[in-house]
């Protein structure tokens, strides 16, 4: 038994004015953060040094949670 095919289109062509860009802020959170991770392993395999590697991330997290809250805000 045929099926017949739907009279409307099911996708609708969306103009490149109306797409979602790039989130770059969040986009930079996470390069961000994996630098951070890069950087403390770094100081904690070479040097064995756990408090600077705990440093590090804590100071990386509260640096992105604070430009997160901040643009949530709106003052960026």
Not at 1 to 9: E, G, I, S, V
Not at 27 to 39: F, Y
Not at 52 to 69: F, S
Request: with cysteine.
């Amino acid at each position: 038994m045929p099926n017949k095919l739907p009279l409307k289109p099911r996708a609708k062509a969306v103009r490149a004015t109306e797409a979602q860009s790039i989130d770059w802020l969040a986009l930079w959170a996470i390069s961000l953060g994996i630098c951070a991770v890069v950087i403390a392993a770094i100081a904690f395999f070479s040097v064995a040094d756990k408090v600077g590697a705990a440093l590090v991330l804590i100071g990386t997290a509260a640096l992105i949670a604070i430009i997160l809250k901040g643009s949530a805000h709106g003052y960026l």
